[in-house]
């Protein structure tokens, strides 16, 4: 079956895939960066290696004999622990002819970043892990600020960069945030922490925000 009969047979629109492709490759790397990595973790394994295995040995990316996924706080744990080692700062030298752009680390960083919130966002529809799924959100956050606090031994940003520049979707995260925050905490609690939260990461859409935490207020 190919991409465009299984898009049919999903019943999503159909995407004229030149016209997709004419799009793709018009976009900067840091895009297209972010676009391939959300695409490794849709597109079905037996596919993802025909695809990848024409540029990597696969052999080389088996899991380990035994190796189970991680759990989404191991997985934000060992991220947050990389983060903040530097594993992912990555500089360069600055020019007028590269300043806008990202290094392969922040990027790295962003896109991992932007995938475990996704996986936050997913886990936090099933009610009876609210205070595990809160509990990993807030890590998330955590690091999110540290950035925002001008911090600058996490990512490299070539000129006047900040947390800003991570790009989250605070309309679809802080949805799930809430959800979580409702199910945990009390009426008092749960306005302190959402205003705070909203005031901090994305102010400007406050009021839009704020209808969302009256949706998820606690019971």
Same mark, same amino acid.
């Given at each position: 079956?190919?991409a465009?009969d299984?898009? #049919?047979?999903?019943?999503?629109?159909?995407? /004229?895939? =030149?016209?997709?492709?004419a799009?793709?490759?018009?976009?900067?790397n840091?895009?297209?960066?972010?676009?391939?990595? $959300?695409?490794?973790?849709?597109?079905?394994p037996? /596919?993802?290696?025909?695809?990848?295995?024409?540029?990597?040995?696969?052999?080389?990316?088996?899991?380990?004999?035994?190796?189970?996924?991680?759990?989404?706080? =191991?997985?934000?744990?060992?991220?947050?622990?990389?983060?903040?080692?530097?594993?992912?700062y990555e500089?360069?030298?600055?020019?007028?002819s590269?300043?806008?752009?990202?290094?392969?680390?922040?990027m790295?960083?962003?896109a991992?970043?932007?995938?475990?919130?996704?996986?936050?966002?997913?886990?936090?529809?099933?009610?009876?892990?609210?205070?595990?799924?809160?509990g990993?959100? =807030?890590?998330?956050?955590?690091?999110?600020?540290?950035? /925002?606090?001008?911090n600058?031994?996490i990512?490299?940003?070539?000129?006047e960069?900040?947390?800003?520049?991570?790009?989250v979707?605070?309309?679809?995260?802080?949805?799930?945030?809430?959800?979580?925050?409702?199910?945990?905490t009390?009426?008092?609690?749960? $306005?302190?922490?959402?205003?705070?939260?909203?005031?901090?990461f994305d #102010?400007?859409?406050r009021?839009?925000?704020?209808?969302?935490?009256?949706?998820?207020?606690?019971k």
């Amino acid at each position: 079956m190919t991409a465009a009969d299984r898009t #049919r047979a999903e019943g999503a629109p159909t995407i /004229d895939l =030149e016209k997709l492709r004419a799009r793709l490759r018009r976009l900067g790397n840091e895009t297209q960066f972010l676009i391939l990595d $959300e695409m490794i973790g849709v597109v079905a394994p037996s /596919d993802l290696a025909k695809i990848v295995g024409r540029y990597v040995d696969i052999k080389d990316m088996r899991r380990d004999a035994g190796e189970r996924e991680p759990s989404l706080s =191991e997985a934000i744990a060992k991220f947050d622990a990389s983060a903040r080692a530097g594993r992912y700062y990555e500089s360069f030298l600055v020019k007028s002819s590269n300043c806008t752009m990202n290094s392969s680390g922040t990027m790295s960083f962003i896109a991992d970043f932007l995938r475990l919130l996704d996986r936050c966002v997913t886990a936090s529809s099933d009610s009876s892990s609210a205070v595990y799924v809160r509990g990993c959100f =807030e890590k998330l956050l955590a690091l999110h600020r540290y950035i /925002d606090e001008c911090n600058d031994d996490i990512i490299f940003f070539a000129d006047e960069g900040g947390a800003w520049q991570i790009q989250v979707d605070w309309r679809e995260v802080f949805p799930a945030y809430f959800r979580c925050l409702g199910r945990t905490t009390d009426q008092e609690s749960y $306005e302190r922490i959402v205003i705070a939260a909203i005031d901090e990461f994305d #102010r400007q859409s406050r009021k839009t925000h704020l209808a969302a935490a009256r949706e998820h207020r606690p019971k």
